[in-house]
């Protein structure tokens, strides 16, 4: 069965290091994958897919993805870390491949010091 | 920003009443969702539809039920409210299907099931 799973509910960077977020997947043939971001008290907001092609994906904001299929990962990367990056970030994948389902991981605390 | 406007943002009920939560879009789009948030959950999909009248389950579809009379209106009722409801609502649009288009969130709509 298609998953995603964010290991880390939190993760602290200092300002101007980079930073890493992690998500695994799990599906059967090719995946599709995405990053949203969602500020305090507002809806999600996307960030990057990745659908075939190069496995570094370039998003919003700076941001990029990783994906490595050997490894069934796609970690978010920032080479240098902003306050305003604090977010929630969320990993997701579409259930039995491209279809309207779109499923979430439990999601990662970004939290970025001054 | 999307045109995606829920109402109503904030309600407070009581266990056993109905409750009708309303998305609005000005976008055009053909698909909607419904999602609840949750901590320790991420996003969870309850329904969704992929045109007028036509709506299928996610998965967490029982003790919710949609209709969409029109492109623009996407509904959400709790036909009899419990605590278990207590969580925070977003609708999202999408112009394509899930797996390949970005979905677009809106502010969402907190529950509290007293």
């Known amino acids: 069965a298609q998953s995603v799973a964010q290991p880390e509910d939190q993760v602290n960077v200092a300002e101007g290091n980079p930073l890493t977020v992690k998500c695994t997947y799990s599906?059967?043939?090719?995946?599709?994958l995405f990053w949203y971001v969602q500020y305090p008290n507002r809806g999600l907001q996307f960030l990057l897919k990745y659908i075939t092609g190069d496995n570094l994906v370039k998003g919003s904001y700076g941001f990029e993805a990783e994906f490595n299929k050997s490894q069934t990962s796609f970690h978010l990367k920032k080479p240098s870390a902003l306050v305003s990056d604090s977010a929630l970030y969320f990993c997701a994948l579409p259930k039995g491949g491209a279809t309207n389902k779109l499923i979430f991981g439990t999601g990662t605390l970004l939290a970025v010091q001054p | 920003d999307a045109g995606i406007t829920q109402s109503p943002r904030h309600k407070v009920t009581e266990t056993g009443t109905p409750v009708t939560l309303r998305c609005h879009q000005t976008e055009n789009h053909r698909y909607m969702y419904w999602y609840r948030q949750d901590p320790g959950h991420g996003l969870r999909l309850i329904h969704y539809s992929y045109g007028v009248k036509d709506t299928d389950k996610g998965e967490v579809s029982d003790g919710y039920s949609v209709s969409r009379s029109k492109t623009e209106d996407f509904l959400l009722t709790l036909e009899s409210a419990t605590s278990s409801q207590t969580s925070v609502y977003f609708c999202a649009i999408s112009e394509r299907a899930g797996g390949i288009g970005e979905l677009f969130f809106g502010e969402g709509s907190r529950l509290t099931v007293l």
């Open positions: 599906v059967s043939g090719n995946p599709y």
